[in-house]
């Protein structure tokens, strides 16, 4: 099993910034791509910023320039920087990652794994 943890959400003014942090742990062997995606309630889950293990990053059209993706391969960890925040991105937010980790048995099997999610308010 892999496990995600998130930390750094709360309420922040607009313009402001937060540093959101996830850490991945478990029998992990390789972690292909992380993730944020956050959620609005009562609607879908949307992807906000991604990075592949090579260092490939993608980006929602509402956050480009304004948030940064990045990753620390040796702890597992992912980080979004948000900057100049802005009302709309009141959600909770969860880290997502996939890669491959021992079952325990000498076997290999992949995982698709989320973190519980952390609350980001930004007040106007």
């Known amino acids: 099993q892999v496990h995600l943890v998130e930390s750094g959400g709360g309420l922040v003014q607009t313009g402001g910034s937060l540093r959101l942090s996830c850490a991945a742990s478990?029998?992990?062997?390789?972690?292909?791509?992380m993730g944020w995606y956050r959620q609005i309630l009562g609607e879908q889950r949307e992807l906000v910023a991604a990075i592949t293990s090579g260092g490939s990053t993608n980006y929602a059209d509402s956050v480009k320039g304004r948030f940064t993706i990045s990753r620390d391969s040796a702890k597992n960890a992912v980080y979004l920087q948000m900057n100049k925040l802005k009302p709309e991105d009141t959600a909770v937010y969860y880290c997502?990652?996939?890669?491959?980790?021992?079952?325990?048995?000498?076997?290999?099997?992949?995982?698709?794994?989320w973190g519980q999610g952390t609350q980001v308010t930004v007040s106007s």
């Open positions: 478990g029998s992990i062997v390789s972690i292909n791509a």
């Open positions: 997502k990652a996939r890669g491959t980790y021992s079952s325990g048995s000498g076997f290999l099997a992949e995982f698709d794994s």
